[in-house]
């Protein structure tokens, strides 16, 4: 199986044999796994697919025949019918859509503020979703200039004893959604680190910006 069809059975619900083992050799699946089972549960909500009103349809066609000029195709479906169709798969796309954003991007368990450390300040915050596996963190430091050719940025949890976990790799920092597989609790300092990309999984030590607070 592809990973689109790995995400496809977690999004319906499914629990396929080999998942597991997949998610453990996958990064970027594990790392969409729980919000697609998040995005199941919602899609098995009943509240979700609420009826839309009696005469919504007759409201639709009597505003899609006013202004219909197409000419019509022998054997094609009809303009009303293509329309229906059209309507009713753009009130369902918003109607999930609406609630699958509410249910993705909840109110953050906690927000920290990012300092710069170097000579041009710069900041950022940090919020942070715990999770079973982990924590989600979502980081904003819009001037925070995109790293140069051979570099990427590093956002590191650390812990009061100095141990630090990696949770991933970026080159801006506009907006970046990150996910580690530690609880903040354990490791409160966060810090973004400049790193040179020459495969040395170490902390490089230059350190752009640290949480301050929370």
Known sequence: MTCNEWRAAILSGDHPEGLDGHLAACVECRRLAD??????????????WEEPPPDLEDRIVEAVERTATE?????????RARWLGLVAAAVVVAAIGGAWLTTRNPAPDWTATMTGTGATPTAGTV???NTESGTRVVLEAPGLDPAEPGY?????FA????????????????????T??????????IVVTLEPLDG??????????????T
């Open 127 to 129: 919020a942070g979703w």
């Open 152 to 156: 990427a940025y590093e956002l590191w």
């Open 71 to 79: 000419p019509e195709t022998p054997g094609a479906p009809s303009l």
């Open 159 to 178: 812990s009061d004893e100095g141990a630090v976990v990696s949770a991933g790799t970026f080159r801006a920092a506009d907006t970046v959604e990150l």
């Open 35 to 48: 919000d697609l089972r998040s995005a199941a549960d919602l899609l098995a909500d009943p509240l979700l």
């Open 180 to 189: 580690v597989g530690v609880a903040r609790r354990d490791y409160p300092t």
């Open 200 to 213: 040395d999984p170490r902390p490089s030590g230059t350190a752009v910006l640290r949480s301050t607070g």
